[in-house]
């Protein structure tokens, strides 16, 4: 069994939330499928180009795919959830917001009120 903590894990964890099959990201990627298969399997590492047709593909942020970010390293998340969500959810939420302003600062794209 593949753990959500590696890199071959968080992969297979954001297609299937993507709801895509491996034949349908690797089309959609640009990726061979018995390449991307190697990869969720953990028998290849993913290249740094392949992390970011990957990331594109399923529309989240190559850090979620890596597990390497400069904001979930800072990222304390204290909540208490009343809808049954677990915490580890609403981190990943979090998270995605939070990773998306840092890309927005260094862009230069200011938020505007």
């Given amino acids: ?3 959500a ?3 071959s894990g968080r992969i297979v964890a954001a297609r299937e939330a993507a709801e895509l099959t491996q034949r349908q990201l690797a089309a959609s990627s640009g990726i061979a499928q018995a390449t991307l298969s190697r990869i969720e399997q953990g028998t290849r590492p993913a290249k740094m180009n392949e ?3 990957l990331a594109w593909a399923l529309g989240c942020p190559a850090s979620e795919l890596t597990g390497h970010s400069r904001v979930q390293d800072r990222l ?3 909540a ?3 809808d049954h969500s677990s915490m580890e959810t609403m981190r ?3 998270s995605h917001y939070l990773e998306l302003d840092a890309y927005l600062e260094d862009q230069g794209i200011l938020p505007q009120l």
């Fill in 1 to 3: 069994m593949i753990q």
């Fill in 5 to 7: 903590s590696t890199s």
């Fill in 51 to 53: 992390i970011l047709a």
């Fill in 76 to 78: 304390e998340c204290v």
């Fill in 80 to 82: 208490r959830a009343t």
């Fill in 92 to 94: 990943r939420e979090l």
